[in-house]
């Protein structure tokens, strides 16, 4: 079973930057599809930054030219870069995982491996 750990979240103050870390343990050799997500309080869960399993990155629009989803095939690690951030990035961020043998990922969570969440607060 694959396990997932987060780790990078904090506090900083609008306009700095965070790096958020997924350390994953338990897989097997293969591609995955390797996704961020937050939730803010008394929001629902979103998806902020995806690699597919044929390697494009893809961001959600909240979060385009300041957050870069990047990754480390080797160790099974992956990150989120976050730069220039803003009050409403505050949120629990989580990493999620899953192989994939093509090139989208899955739509239900329930396929994912999670981690546990990392908080991120931003203030002003």
């Known amino acids: 079973q694959v396990q997932l750990v987060e780790s990078g979240g904090g506090s900083v103050e609008a306009g700095g930057s965070l790096r958020l870390s997924c350390a994953a343990s338990?897989?097997?050799?293969?591609?995955?599809?390797m996704r961020w997500f937050r939730q803010a309080t008394g929001k629902e869960r979103e998806e902020v930054a995806t690699i597919r399993g044929d390697g494009i990155r893809s961001y959600a629009d909240s979060v385009k030219g300041r957050f870069t989803i990047s990754e480390d095939y080797s160790k099974m690690f992956f990150y989120l870069q976050m730069n220039a951030l803003k009050t409403e990035d505050t949120a629990i961020y989580y990493c999620a995982s899953v192989r994939v043998y093509g090139t989208l990922c899955p739509s239900p969570l329930n396929a994912y491996s999670w981690g546990q969440g990392t908080q991120v607060i931003v203030s002003s």
């Open positions: 338990g897989y097997t050799a293969g591609r995955y599809c």
